[in-house]
């Protein structure tokens, strides 16, 4: 076979191979899958706290529900610019700051407006430690979801990846909870809401390491 046929052919069986999937058609339908999943969870576990309408009309709920939300968005972004191999991981990192500080200025904000005695109640609130333990829960299998999705991608960090996947299931799981918990300071968010959210991007972290290499 002369090269020119060789190559021909190479390209025609190339072309016939099906596609992967996109990745961000898969992550889109992780991310509902694992909002219906943690909400049926949150559902016959928690459920919703009964102030939940008057709570929607205060800012300190609201920012809470916000932050989770604009994280959720944000990670879901770097993920999707993390799949190709051409991004660079702090170039795309950068969107994840808009979430930070958010609750930075929330933060500071309620140090300026609330008494200093008043700090250490509104920061360890009322279990902290469910608080973590119950986002933690209800992120699990969207994070499962989620790393199923980004396999369709192509990282070059697969740990870093998984980490931004972790971030993703976090804030998801947070931002369900978020309906449940009745601490709103920034205060307990910052501490409480972030350590939970961050363990599981080391989850993340460590379960892509293995799962998202290619």
Sequence with gaps: ??????????????AAQPGPKPVGHGLVMAIIGGLAISYALFSLTLGVRPDF??????WRYDMKLGV????????????????????TSLTAMRALMVPVLLLLAAVLYELVTVSVSAWPSRAMGVNG???VASIL??????????????????PTSPAVMGAVGGLLAGSLGATVF??????????FVAIWYAL???????????????ALRW
């Design 1 to 14: 076979m002369r090269t020119d046929e060789l190559i021909n052919t190479l390209v025609a069986d190339h």
């Design 53 to 58: 309408i008057s709570a929607l009309g205060t």
């Design 68 to 87: 989770n939300l604009v994280l959720m968005i944000a990670a879901t972004w770097v993920a999707l610019r993390l799949s190709r191999p051409t991004a």
């Design 129 to 131: 430690v469910m608080c």
């Design 137 to 154: 829960f209800l992120s699990l299998l969207p994070l499962t979801a989620t790393i199923y999705a980004l396999r369709q991608g192509a």
């Design 178 to 187: 978020a309906m449940h918990c009745t601490n709103d300071s920034p205060l």
């Design 196 to 210: 939970a959210i961050g363990l599981m991007s080391i989850f993340g972290l460590l379960v892509g390491k293995r």
